[in-house]
């Protein structure tokens, strides 16, 4: 095993624990003075690739160089501190306070690709604001390079990757030579906490920035969103008094039997 480069997108996102809010216009998810995080899945994808080093370097076999990137407005850079706490080695900041849509997005990090030439991409299964599950997909597309989705283990060889893929009623293991592109399901691993020293070493590692003009990329959205609307509220339960009660309501009142 040689050294690797390994490149890991993470999207700030309004953080998981945060009970969502439509918008006053019903045009968009609330976001102003909401606690951002750093994607669960993207969490996963930094974890994974740490391990990968640390694997290979406690094996005396090679290291990594692991370097995470982040498209989106200013306040990105505390996704990517995050990430250079937990260890990763450099960050790239692609900086836009334009809306970015999954392709905008595989062709930020395509011209990114260009310039790092990775080894492997790993990447969220989703990006848990919008849930498109996408992005990873086009960059594979736009790269032509193959892809693991869903992944819940990755084991490298000699220029390989053997990965294990959560699909429905179970699990199925693939093969792809690299460089290829990995997509994080949760079972992946448990990614670390950042500890104290490493959240002021995060500090000085390099950061480098780019706009979309110095990539070149067309972001201009393809999709528009016509409307955002919150679930309709519950209603309230029932107590019946009897089986021939509960019944009864099945039947006549849900209509369901
Ligand atoms: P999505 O296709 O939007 O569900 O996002 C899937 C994955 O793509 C995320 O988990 C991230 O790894 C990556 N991604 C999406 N948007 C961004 C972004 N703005 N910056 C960096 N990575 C992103």
């Not at 990105?76 to 334009?98: C, F, K, N």
């Amino acid at each position: 095993m040689s050294n690797l480069r390994i490149l890991v997108a993470t999207k700030r996102v309004v953080d998981y624990a945060v009970k969502i809010r439509v918008n006053a216009a019903g045009s968009a998810v609330e976001t102003a003075n909401v606690k951002h995080s750093m994607n669960p899945f993207d969490e996963i994808g930094t974890e994974q690739a740490i391990q990968i080093k640390e694997a290979l370097v406690k094996a005396k076999t090679g290291t990594a160089e692991v370097i995470v990137v982040s498209c989106g407005p200013a306040k990105s850079q505390e996704t990517l501190r995050t990430a250079l706490a937990m260890g990763a080695d450099r960050a790239i900041h692609v900086e836009s306070d334009e809306e970015l849509q999954p392709l905008a997005v595989a062709k930020l990090l395509k011209a990114i690709v260009e310039k790092e030439k990775p080894d492997m991409v790993i990447l969220g299964k989703q990006a848990i604001d919008d849930d498109s599950n996408q992005t990873g997909q086009m960059l594979a597309g736009l790269l032509n390079w193959p892809q693991a989705t869903f992944a819940s283990k990755v084991e490298l060889g000699d220029k390989l990757m053997t990965v294990t893929r959560e699909v429905d009623g179970g699990v199925e293991t693939v093969k792809a030579p690299l460089p290829a592109i990995l997509t994080t399901d949760l079972r992946l691993n448990v990614p670390r906490y950042a500890s104290l020293p490493n959240i002021m070493k995060a500090k000085k590692k390099p950061l480098a920035k780019f706009t979309v003009a110095d990539l070149g990329v067309d972001i201009k959205p393809r999709l528009q969103t016509l409307k955002i609307a919150e679930p309709p509220k519950r209603q309230g339960g029932k107590l019946v008094e009897s089986v021939d009660d509960l019944v009864d309501k099945l039947k006549n009142e849900a209509k369901v039997l």
